[in-house]
């Protein structure tokens, strides 16, 4: 008995430093990564939409540099502002969130204006293509 509850004891404590490290461990810093790929928002949807399975295998969790026109801009919410980049598909883009500390650079750019962006590819989304965690390329 004393064996099966020092078995316990150690399995509690290898399962808690586990979790205590994927909790802790830092965060990929996706503005100083290195672009796994790099395409047009067309390019980039038209992947999603031919095989979604295989563009998440592909891309999902990756940094993807992404080259396009932006169609809208969405600044409601001061957290995560949003450019949304088109796809040559009505109603469709490809949606990149920034962190809050770059919506005064966010605020500066116009719609049809054409940039780059960086970030992690998050799949798609009801109207898209999703990119989290972005950057300006310059």
Not at 68 to 80: C, F, R, V
Request: net charge neutral; aromatic share 8%; with cysteine.
């Amino acid at each position: 008995m004393l064996k099966r509850i020092i078995l316990f004891i150690l399995v509690i404590g290898i399962i808690a430093s586990i979790a205590f490290y994927m909790w802790n461990k830092p965060h990929k810093d996706i503005a100083a990564a290195k672009e796994d790929f790099i395409l047009t928002s067309t390019d980039f949807y038209k992947e999603y939409v031919a095989n979604e399975t295989t563009a998440n295998t592909k891309y999902l969790d990756k940094v993807i540099a992404v080259e396009g026109t932006i169609s809208a801009i969405e600044l409601e919410n001061a957290d995560e502002p949003t450019v949304a980049l088109t796809t040559g598909t009505a109603d469709m883009t490809v949606s990149c969130g920034f962190k809050k500390e770059l919506l005064n650079e966010i605020k500066k750019l116009k719609q049809n204006d054409k940039i780059k962006i960086k970030g992690k590819c998050d799949g798609m989304g009801m109207f898209g293509v999703v990119i989290t965690q972005c950057s300006l390329i310059k």
